[in-house]
């Protein structure tokens, strides 16, 4: 069973920039993925990348977040620049995909635990 431990959260202005990190024991299946829940709000998808480096955004961070991956190390990345108040959320990765390249959660078999971000305005 693939682990999945985030890290790199923590508090910051708005306007600031925090990376996050997941470490996985090993890839597993297709493409991972970075997901967000505020309190009170569904799971966001929102960026994913495919074993051949493919990326996808969701609008909302569209521009100012960037996933990438060394699969070297087996640790994925979520590069988050020019955060805003509404980025406030625990941030998930996950693997294990059903769909290759979706921003579903329910597409997602393998989660890790979260890191809380939290963004002051």
């Known amino acids: 069973q693939v682990q999945l431990v985030e890290s790199g959260g923590g508090s910051v202005q708005a306007g600031g920039s925090l990376r996050l990190s997941c470490t996985t024991v090993?890839?597993?299946?297709?493409?991972m993925a970075w997901f967000r829940q505020a309190p009170g709000k569904e799971r966001e998808g929102l960026a994913v990348?495919?074993?051949?480096?493919?990326?996808r955004y969701a609008d909302s961070v569209k521009g100012r977040f960037t996933v990438s991956q060394d699969t070297a190390q087996n640790i994925l990345y979520l590069q988050m620049n020019s955060l805003k108040s509404e980025d406030t959320a625990m941030y998930y990765c996950?693997?294990?995909?059903?769909?290759?390249?979706?921003?579903?959660?329910?597409?997602?078999?393998?989660w890790g635990r979260g890191t809380q971000v939290t963004v002051s305005s």
């Open positions: 090993r890839y597993s299946g297709n493409c």
């Open positions: 996950a693997a294990d995909a059903t769909l290759a390249g979706s921003l579903m959660s329910s597409h997602y078999r393998r």
């Open positions: 990348i495919g074993n051949y480096g493919t990326t």
